[in-house]
């Protein structure tokens, strides 16, 4: 049995607020009887050697937390602070495994910009990831979702080009399901046959279309996914929000 919790979108930049909500729900993660916690993107929100400071205390955790970066994120400093390497502009990508599965967590960012893209070089690497572990079961990790949410804000800085993706995915079947973060909303759907499981947002919650108000909801609490992956390989989600304390059950 395999538990592990996925957050995204924590947006630290200094101010009191962000880090609050970020804070509030690692320690409530901390209590619970967890494999791993993923953070799929937008850890900072400018990009900022600081907010990258910042986060190293604000993620550290009696987990291991594994992290990629979102559109908001900068390469270089997000290596330097976070992954202690050398700073460079190559994608982030990285492989864990953890509790009998492997965690490819890719970088989907494109430098500059809000959409998604994975260059030839991440699926490069994630076919030799996912082709040297077939007998494991791999989750893909990466910030932007690969279709459309019907939410027309999101969905017009979606991850494109992802059918090159599925024809990775189809040469391996172990993969149980598709991570990502952007949304700042929580969402179940489909992926070149997979799950594609969508973590709400930290910082806020987007309102679909129809709701009213603003497009953000910065009073909506701070959610988490809890990901299960048991003895027979069924994947179960349960969302929940993060209202505050602490727990010691999921």
Sequence with gaps: MLTFAQLSD???DGGERARERAHRVMRHLDGL????????????DHGAPAEYEEAREVLRSPHPVLTCPGNHD???????ALLG????????????????AVFAMCDSSVPGEDHGFLSDETLGWLDGVLGDRPDVP???CFHHPPVTLGVPYVDGIRLFGEDRLAAVLARHPQVAAVLSGHAHTAAATTFAGRPLLVAPGVVSTIRLPGQD??????????????HTLDDERRLTTHYRPIIGGSSTSA
Excluded at 33 to 43: C, S, W, Y
Excluded at 74 to 80: G, I, N, S, V, W
């Design 10 to 12: 924590i947006h630290l």
């Design 33 to 44: 009887p967890l494999d791993a916690v993923l953070v799929t993107g937008d850890i900072a």
């Design 74 to 80: 900068k390469r270089e400093p997000f290596r330097k």
């Design 85 to 100: 390497e050398d700073p460079s502009g190559e994608p982030v990508d990285r492989v864990h495994e953890i509790g009998g």
């Design 138 to 140: 791999a989750f893909v």
């Design 213 to 226: 108000g603003a497009v953000a909801d910065y009073e909506a609490p701070p959610g988490v996914a809890f």
